[in-house]
């Protein structure tokens, strides 16, 4: 859980700021979307590999 503490001259859009950046710079939404479903480890590793021979491929033309 993320803490952010407010100061008294600060204002709630300004911590509220803060607290989303340091929400998407802990990377807990992305964390929780793959925590949402149990993936097998085969389909994992299969994905890592679709994505490098895209992005080889990717590369190889440019």
Known sequence: MLIIEVKETESI???L???KRKVQ???QIQELRRRKEFVKPSV???H???KAV???KKQ???
């Open 25 to 27: 710079n802990v990377r």
């Open 54 to 56: 895209y992005k080889n």
């Open 13 to 15: 859009d300004r911590a």
């Open 60 to 62: 190889a033309t440019v």
């Open 44 to 46: 994992t590793r299969r």
């Open 48 to 50: 890592e590999v679709l």
């Open 17 to 19: 700021k803060r607290y």
